[in-house]
Structure formats: C-alpha cells, structure tokens
C-alpha cells in the first residue's frame, strides 16, 4: 500500500505560490508514495475550547482531523506573514493538536517547507511552524528544510514543477519524508 503524505498550505489565495510548490510535490511523489493536497483550510473556525466538544466540532476541523489521522505524515508549505506563520495554518495546528496528547499530528513525520517573496524565503514562519507543529506532538524533520526566496518573481512564469532546480529540492524532500514514514528514525 501506497505511504499517505498529506500536504497542507498556509496561504489561501488561488495563485499561492505554496500552493504550486504543493502541487509540484504531489507530481514529485516517489513510486510508494502519494501527496495529497488538502482543500478547505479556509473553512475552519478559528479554534475554540468551548466548541471542541463532542457533538460541537465543526464538521470542516473534523474533515481536517479525519485526513491528518489517516495521513502516514505530513509536509507544511507555508509562506510568512510577517515575520511568522500565517494564521490560516496555525489555526490548523491549533485544531490537530487536541484531543492533547492524541492529536492526529501524535507521533507523525511531518516536514515544513516554502516560499516566501523575502530574501530568506520564510525561514521565521517555517522554524515557527516546526516549533509549533513539535509542541503539538508532531515528529518534526528538523533537518529537512527548503525555504525559497523571492516567490513572487521566482515563479511568475515559472510553476515550480517546471524549475529544474526546485523540483529536484522539493523531490529529496518528499523523498526524505517518505523514507523517514517507511524506516523511522529517532524522534
Ligand atoms: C500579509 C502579508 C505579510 C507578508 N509578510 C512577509 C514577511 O514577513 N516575509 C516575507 O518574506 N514575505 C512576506 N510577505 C510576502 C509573501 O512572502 C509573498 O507574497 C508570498 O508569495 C505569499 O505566499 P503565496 O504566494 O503562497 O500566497 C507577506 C505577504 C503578505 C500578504
């Protein structure tokens, strides 16, 4: 059976260069593995203990929580937002963080990459997205990073899929990630 990679994106725009990056990966996915790219971020209630009680989950976290569970990991694209991690993706990590200590991030390899249009290319909101994902009982791949800069010039002609260079990056990443799932290392 194929190894189970969910891919989530931190920006909601149609034209995200995250998003590309993400369909790139799901292209990108070595024989054994499938990326899939979650849909409906957007329709996530901001995360909220008083209704993150049975029978008052939103059925959008639910979806989330469903795919997550049944995910064999994770990897993150995500840009910054000044200086950090974009709500809409946090707000994510907020929801796959509880029930705490079983959330469907438990124990999960999860991989954090992105573009961003800053010379950095995001590092803040992806160390803050490993730090955040970490803390909500994810297995993050520290060592596995690509952050690209320039996004907006980068890929305004060019889909990700269709650079050489970031292809090949993006493809070592899902390739890392899914030897990480097949043959796990220590946390
Ligand atoms: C609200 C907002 C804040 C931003 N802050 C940063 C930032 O702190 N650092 C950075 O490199 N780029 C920043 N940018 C630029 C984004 O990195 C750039 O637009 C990126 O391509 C957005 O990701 P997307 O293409 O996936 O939507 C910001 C963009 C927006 C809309």
């Known amino acids: 059976m ?3 990679i969910l891919a989530l994106v931190g ?3 149609a034209g995200s260069h995250n998003r590309q990056l993400a369909e790139a990966a799901v292209k990108l996915a070595p024989e054994g593995a499938e990326v899939n790219l979650y849909e409906g971020l957007a329709e996530i209630p901001f995360y909220n203990e008083d209704i993150d009680v049975e029978g008052s989950v939103p059925a959008a976290a639910t979806r989330l929580r469903d795919a997550a569970n049944a995910a064999d990991g994770l990897i993150l694209f995500t840009p910054e937002y000044n200086g950090t991690i974009p709500a809409v993706l946090k707000n994510a990590i907020d929801w796959l963080s509880r029930p705490y200590g079983a959330g469907a991030l438990s124990g999960k390899p999860v991989a954090v990459v992105g573009t961003a249009f800053g010379q950095y290319g995001g590092v803040w909101a992806q160390d803050e997205t490993r730090k955040s994902v970490g803390v909500a009982g994810g297995k993050v791949l520290e060592d596995v990073k690509l952050s690209i ?6 890929f305004a002609e060019t889909h990700p899929a269709d650079d050489a260079e ?3 990056q993006l493809a070592d990443v899902v390739a890392r990630l899914h030897g990480d799932i097949a043959e796990p290392t220590a946390a």
């Open 2 to 4: 194929s190894v189970r």
């Open 11 to 13: 920006s909601l725009r």
């Open 149 to 154: 800069p320039g996004s907006v010039t980068r």
């Open 166 to 168: 970031v292809a090949q």
